[in-house]
Each structure stands twice: as C-alpha cells, then as structure tokens.
T-cell receptor
Framework: AQSVAQPEDQVNVAEGNPLTVKCTYS??????LFWYVQYPNRGLQFLLK????DNLVKGSYGFEAEFNKSQTSFHLKKPSALVSDSALYFC??????????WGAGTKLIIKP | EAGVAQSPRYKIIEKRQSVAFWCNPI?????LYWYQQILGQGPKLLIQ????????DSQLPKDRFSAERLKGVDSTLKIQPAKLEDSAVYLC??????????FGPGTRLTVT
C-alpha cells in the first residue's frame, strides 16, 4: 500500500537557521512527490514537486526538497528560516488515480 | 489567473440540518476534488470528478453526503442531515495535468 510518513509533529527552528521538514514515502513504481503549506485559516498552497530528473527540486518562497530514492525520502529544506515560514507543512505522493496520499503534517515554528 | 473559489467561508448549523458548499475551479481544470480536513490532520479525499463524471467517491458517506459537478465546471457538496462529527474544513481543489492540485480557501463548517 502506498503511504507517506512525516515523523515529526512539530519542528522548532530559530530565525536565520536552516530548516528541514522530513518526509518518507512508500509507493510502487516511480514516485510523484509534493509539498504543500497551509497557513492559519487558509487553504493549502503548492510549494514544489518531484516528478523526475534532478534530485534537488526548487520551489516557492525559497524552499527546496531533496529526493533520495535509496532512502525513500523527500525532505523539505530552506537555508535560512523566516518567522513567516511558520505554518503547517504536508508531504504527499500521487497514486495511479491522480489522487494525493497525504502525510499527517508537520507544524513548523520559527522563533525570532 | 483566478484561483479556486469557494463559498461560504464559514457556516454554523445545528445537527440534522442541511448545508451546501460551492466550488468554482480554475478555468480549464478538468479534475475537481472535494476534501474534508479535520483540525490538525491531513486532507481526506471525499470525491474526485473528471469533467462531470465521478472518478472516485469511495470515501464519501453517501447516506448523508452528495456532490455534483454539472457541466464539468462548478461543483456543489451537500450534507443532509449534518452530524456533529461533520465539523471540519471542506476544501475544494482542481488540477489540469493531474500533477499539482490548486486549493480554494475552504469552508469551515461547525455543527452544533
């Protein structure tokens, strides 16, 4: 069965420090992977995706994600965190019906 | 381009009452999704449309929930009668390529 795991419920980072939000997946075949962000009282916003090609994917707001096939991971990263990055982050993988299988979400808190 | 529109943004009803949500996807997007998101959790797919046909409604509680997408554009999701456990945010999303989904702001439903 296809699944996505986000092992951390919450990640705390000081402003200006690098951040990583972890995601691992289990799929059959080649994975189509996504990161979304949800700000309070807002809908989900697409950040970036991995379909094929370069393992380092760049997305919106300075975020990037590294695809690692051997570790079945797709961790979200940013070199220097901003307080405004504080939000709920979801990792997802697309299944054969073009549906997204979602992780449980990770709350990212950036402290000034 | 305009994003996914949803209305209303907030709704409070008593249990056993009925409620309807409306979604207008991004122009040209053939695929439309309705999700239910409980606070602190990832979205749960309720129904997926491709144009005006249903692709998957396996997780839609059909005894009380119904959805339609007439003419393959706008869609409505109805709950009748509502239960306390239906309190959630209802998200609509649309997609062109089947890759990234674009989400509306959601409707926050409170059932009392």
């Amino acid at each position: 069965a296809q699944s996505v795991a986000q092992p951390e419920d919450q990640v705390n980072v000081a402003e200006g420090n690098p951040l990583t939000v972890k995601c691992t997946y289990s799929v059959s075949g080649n994975p189509y992977l996504f990161w979304y962000v949800q700000y309070p009282n807002r809908g989900l916003q697409f950040l970036l995706k991995y379909i094929t090609g370069d393992n380092l994917v760049k997305g919106s707001y300075g975020f990037e994600a590294e695809f690692n096939k051997s570790q079945t991971s797709f961790h979200l990263k940013k070199p220097s965190a901003l307080v405004s990055d504080s939000a709920l982050y979801f990792c997802a993988v697309r299944d054969s019906n073009y549906q997204l299988i979602w992780g449980a979400g990770t709350k990212l808190i950036i402290k000034p | 381009e305009a994003g996914v529109a949803q209305s209303p943004r907030y709704k409070i009803i008593e249990k056993r009452q009925s409620v309807a949500f409306w979604c207008n996807p991004i122009s040209g997007h053939a695929t439309l999704y309705w999700y239910q998101q409980i606070l602190g959790q990832g979205p749960k797919l309720l129904i997926q449309f491709q144009n005006n046909g249903v692709v998957d409604d396996s997780q839609l509680p059909k005894d009380r929930f119904s959805a339609e997408r007439l003419k393959g554009v706008d869609s409505t999701l109805k709950i009748q009668p509502a239960k306390l456990e239906d309190s959630a945010v209802y998200l609509c999303a649309s997609s062109w390529t089947g890759d990234e989904q674009y989400f509306g702001p959601g409707t926050r439903l409170t059932v009392t």
